[in-house]
């Protein structure tokens, strides 16, 4: 039975300090992966301790979690075109042309994610693409993952020309004289263009999941909500973790399709039993994900009233109430949670109508049913998330009026509704559970990049003077709660998220403590290890013997 201690440093436990202790443990023992004693009864072990790790005067914490991302997305952009730090529509032109030269055999040119932020409205031309790359498909995604832009050798291989029509779930931006502009938004018009491309290989998935995985535990985290799964990823999934591949504990939530989610329902039940069939102690099939509306920047978030812009919609629903009410009964009676993409604050009504209606239908159990990003929620819907044990999962660093909020979002709501987004703090006084994920890659997977906008609502020039929305903000130690016991809340790991005798050694060391800082300063913390049941999946400090 193996023992470590970690000792000479700052333990926060995540539990509330008991009366009368005066100053925090400084030292941790941990035992087969779990911790088996905090403070002086660890001290005590130090002689018989198979390892002794000198933490340096930092902070040893409960390890991060992220209640939403999409680590596939993440690692194939690091394998693509490296368009994510373009800061011009030149840039980016640019980058896909050394990217198209530099693989002369690619058949298709597929990558992500670019600033929607840099052509008017988010509205991008295939021409500025075909000046590069004329004669191959290029295929980019949007950093929002709701909208592709593609030249037109990607939209000839996909058979698409002005005569197509957009659909419900689907809009094909036009140039004035009705040709198609080059820009996709939202799923039919992405999946027109992408459905053309050939599949990523085994390899290459199984790839992308060791680097996104790896990323993660180098940031701190060992657990992660994939948001987003295919039925064609789970094999990549399933050989990452036989290989030892994945860094990170993975769940999967399988995408729920309004089209055919009855005929999927028997897919959902046999990928959930061939993962716990495996063993596997990284993966785990227990969610499906419901996309109930769109973004705002693209007006197909769904709004109680019109778009400010736009007065002729209100966004675009992904799912009809009924059949939304009808399907999370349906993947209820096979036990597994649901995870709903809701943004708008008739998306979130509508997601909240419906796991009403489910606890109707199928009594109370312990679902912890997730809405994720929770942007606009109507006041009247605020105290339903407490009332129905809705877990709340927020981005913290979509909380900062930066050029995506201010150039698109807020054009979109009008100034009133502008100053009722991410109501975080709001529902932490309710009594409602929050986790926070990254939407990764959508925006930095890195918890400690996230931090300091949960504390300050403000853009990293310290913009504006006192926080954006301010009664929103929250303390650092609840935003540090909300990575760890928040997120270990949702994975239904109650032993996990907090340091105690008999919790798993989930555990992140720090350079120095997050709660001694300028909030702006947390992101320059270093993570100097990190420990998933005890195992070490990032660093090499300490180690004394």
């Not at 009864?41 to 301790?49: I, K, M, R, T, V």
């Not at 800061?87 to 980016?92: A, N």
């Not at 102690?281 to 920047?297: A, C, M, N, P, Q």
């Not at 009964?329 to 809701?342: K, M, S, Y």
Request: glycine content about 8%; proline content about 7%; some cysteine.
């Amino acid at each position: 039975m193996s023992l470590t201690v970690f000792r000479n440093g700052t333990v926060w436990t995540g539990l509330p300090a008991p009366s009368g202790t005066g100053q925090p443990p400084t030292t941790l023992a941990v035992r087969d992966g779990r911790v088996e004693a905090v403070g002086a009864a660890a001290e005590a072990l130090a002689d018989a301790a198979d390892e002794l790790l000198d933490l340096g005067g930092g902070l040893l914490m409960p390890a991060f979690g992220d209640g939403h991302c999409h680590p596939d997305q993440g690692g194939f952009e690091a394998l693509g075109p490296r368009i994510r730090p373009c800061t011009s529509v030149d840039e980016l032109v640019a980058e896909v042309g050394r990217y198209a030269a530099e693989h002369p055999d690619a058949d298709w040119i597929l990558g992500g994610s670019y600033d929607s932020t840099l052509a008017p409205d988010g509205l991008f031309d295939a021409r500025w693409l075909d000046a590069v790359v004329p004669d191959r498909p290029v295929a980019l995604r949007a950093w929002d993952y709701h909208t592709l832009w593609c030249n037109t050798e990607a939209m000839r291989r996909a058979g698409l020309d002005g005569s197509v029509q957009d659909t419900e779930r689907g809009r094909f931006a036009r140039r004035l004289d009705g040709s198609l502009l080059g820009t996709m938004v939202e799923w039919d018009a992405v999946d027109a263009v992408l459905g053309a491309a050939p599949p990523r290989t085994l390899d290459e998935r199984v790839q992308a999941l060791a680097l996104a995985t790896r990323a993660y535990a180098e940031s701190g985290v060992t657990w992660i909500q994939d948001a987003w799964v295919e039925h064609e990823a789970v094999d990549a999934y399933l050989a990452a973790a036989r290989q030892g591949a994945l860094a990170t504990r993975v769940n999967l939530a399988l995408r729920a399709d309004p089209s055919r989610w009855r005929e999927q329902l028997a897919e959902f039940a046999a990928d959930r039993d061939r993962i716990e069939a495996a063993g596997l102690d990284r993966l785990s099939v227990r969610t499906v994900k419901f996309f109930v509306d769109g973004i705002i920047e693209n007006r197909t978030a769904a709004l109680l009233e019109p778009y400010a812009d736009d007065p002729c919609t209100r966004g675009m629903p992904i799912w009809a109430a009924a059949e939304l009410r009808e399907a999370l009964v349906e993947i209820d009676r096979l036990g597994l949670q649901p995870h709903l993409h809701a943004i708008g604050d008739a998306g979130i009504r509508t997601a909240l109508d419906a796991l009403a209606r489910l606890t109707e239908a199928r009594g109370p159990r312990d679902r912890r049913p997730v809405i994720a990003h929770v942007q606009m929620v109507d006041p009247d819907d605020l105290p339903r998330f407490a009332e129905l044990g809705v877990i709340a999962n927020i981005e913290p660093l979509w909380l900062q009026p930066d050029p995506a909020m201010t150039d698109l979002t807020m054009p979109r709501l009008g100034e009133i509704r502008s100053l009722r987004q991410y109501p975080l703090g709001s529902l932490l006084h309710s009594g409602a559970r929050v986790s926070f994920g990254s939407d990764w890659p959508v925006t930095d997977h890195r918890p400690l990049t996230g931090l300091p906008v949960a504390v300050t609502r403000q853009t990293p020039e310290r913009l504006p003077e006192g926080g954006w929305l301010p009664r929103e903000r929250i303390d650092i130690e609840t935003a540090m709660s909300c990575y760890t016991a928040g997120v270990a809340h949702q994975a239904m790991a109650d032993d996990r998220g907090v340091l105690a005798p008999g919790r798993v050694a989930d555990l992140v060391w720090l350079d120095r403590d997050p709660r001694d800082c300028d909030p702006h300063d947390v992101p320059a913390v270093a993570v100097l290890g990190t420990w998933l049941a005890g195992e070490r999946t990032h660093g090499t400090h300490g180690t004394q013997g």
